[in-house]
């Protein structure tokens, strides 16, 4: 007879509800990080071509620096949330 107690090795219901929130964050975690390295990349690509195509307004520039500091801060909370799980 196989049972679902802690003796059978099977996990219980508490410990996948636990697996399924610890799963929750790391995926968020995961998801932050990834947008905050496209925002990161996007930025810097922005910048260089406006640069390279000798444009004289401010708004690519400005644009560019948005996404950066956004990609910096994504990152950052990444980083702070996965230290804490």
Do not use: C, K, N
């Not at 307004?57 to 949330?81: D, Y």
């Amino acid at each position: 007879m196989q049972g679902t107690g802690p003796s059978s090795g099977a996990p219980s219901s508490a410990d996948l509800g636990y697996r399924s929130a610890v799963d929750m964050q790391a995926r968020r975690t995961h998801t932050v990080r990834t947008f905050g390295t496209m925002a990161l990349v996007t930025g810097f690509v922005i910048s260089l071509l406006s640069m390279s195509a000798g444009y004289e307004g401010f708004m690519p520039h400005i644009l560019a620096a948005f996404l950066i500091l956004t990609g910096i801060g994504l990152r950052i909370e990444a980083a702070i949330a996965d230290r804490q799980s």
